[in-house]
């Protein structure tokens, strides 16, 4: 059995003598890592103040995941990359250039990228998040087109198959987008491990992600790749949250288990309305139960920095922290019983 590790996405806030304080909150209601964002902002602006996070969180007993939270696009910030390259912008299969993310063909971009992860190893942290990668597609009256189908992905497709690439989508288009994908992981997470770095993702599942779970399978053959995870957000959406989460974090362990590599599950701990907070804890304790030992929520009191905050996250906070009462207090109760077993005969 797996180490538990319990968290939160911490984020809106570079100000050390507030964030200090709220690493020690977090140890101090059972939480032993965080996930910080590294975004092209901070890369500019709060790189040493980052390294500071990063000491600070791991002072106060917190292991730290660092996320590229925003440079390719969403998830996170508009691409800022593609003002300083705009060759390198996504395109949709009618056309239309994707105004916010980069192709994760371009040659610049890698290059970008491997310079983030110096940067990564610069601050101290020790494992990378890569945050739902996806090469998004969009419905225009009816019909679907996909990415990416930019000049650069177009000549690379015809030379593959032989022939141009369609607009609407093929078999053959979504084993090229998949390639891209895979390819783009092969490269950053070999580069990352060759600083030292652990690497970890996250997933999330959908035809408009492009993600499958062939995708996952994928994903996770690859040899660098150490831990591989999935947010079944709910959405507090009147579905039974602990039915959805317990099918979506057994899903993703299952995989992660077949192929050797860890797991990370998320909670959504934002966007939540008034009175739906007890719904958290039925989340934690559905991923719990499917035997998820890295459980994770974003983020950190309800989201409070996003407009996408809860509406109440003070609420949020105190149903997580004593969800993660509950839980520790479960996996202790297992660890003891499984002393006692052993050694009172």
């Known amino acids: 059995m797996k ?32 996930v910080h ?17 990063v000491e600070l969180s791991e002072e106060a007993g917190l292991e730290v995941w660092m996320d590229n939270w925003g440079l390719g696009g969403p998830p996170g910030d508009k691409s800022h990359f593609l ?40 601050t101290g942290a020790k494992t ?42 093929t078999p053959e288009t979504e084993e090229f987008r998949l390639t891209t994908i895979i390819d783009y992981f092969a490269d950053l997470t070999e580069y990352a491990h060759s600083k030292g770095l652990t690497n970890a993702v996250c997933v999330m599942l959908g035809a ?40 979506g974090a057994r899903k993703n362990i299952e995989v992660s288990d077949r192929f050797g590599k860890d797991h990370n599950i998320w909670i959504q701990a934002y966007n939540t309305p008034r009175g739906k907070e007890e719904e958290i804890v039925q989340a934690t304790e559905a991923a719990y139960d499917a035997g998820a030992r890295t459980i994770i929520a974003w983020g950190y009191y309800g989201s409070i920095s996003n407009d996408y905050g ?23 109760d297992r660890i003891l019983a499984e002393n006692r077993s052993k050694y009172l005969k």
């Not at 998004?136 to 009816?142: L, Q, R, S």
Request: glycine share 6%; proline share 7%.
């Open 128 to 169: 990378i998040f890569w945050d739902e990668p996806h090469l998004p597609k969009k419905t225009i009256e009816g019909k679907e087109h996909f990415s990416c189908a930019c000049p650069r992905c177009r000549k690379k497709f015809e030379e593959v198959y032989g022939h141009p690439m369609p607009e609407i989508s």
């Open 37 to 53: 964002m590294l975004s092209h902002t901070d890369w500019d602006r709060h790189k040493n103040v980052m390294k500071n996070m």
């Open 208 to 247: 408009s992600h492009g993600i499958s779970l062939q995708t996952i399978d994928r994903i996770c053959s690859l040899p660098y790749l150490d831990d591989i995870g999935s947010d079944p957000y709910w959405g507090y959406s009147g579905v039974n949250p602990y039915e959805f989460v317990l099918n």
């Open 310 to 332: 809860a509406k109440n996250p003070p609420m949020v906070q105190a149903k997580w922290n004593a969800t993660m009462e509950r839980i520790w207090g479960w996996e202790r």
């Open 3 to 34: 180490p538990l590790r319990t968290g939160m996405a911490y984020h809106g806030n570079r100000m050390l003598h507030h964030a200090e304080a709220d690493f020690r909150d977090m140890a101090a209601h059972n939480m032993n890592l965080v």
């Open 83 to 122: 003002a300083y390259y705009p060759d390198s912008h996504q395109y949709y299969s009618n056309g239309d250039m994707d105004p916010v993310r980069v192709c994760l063909a371009s040659p610049d971009f890698r290059r970008f990228m491997h310079e983030w992860i110096d940067v990564v190893a610069f």
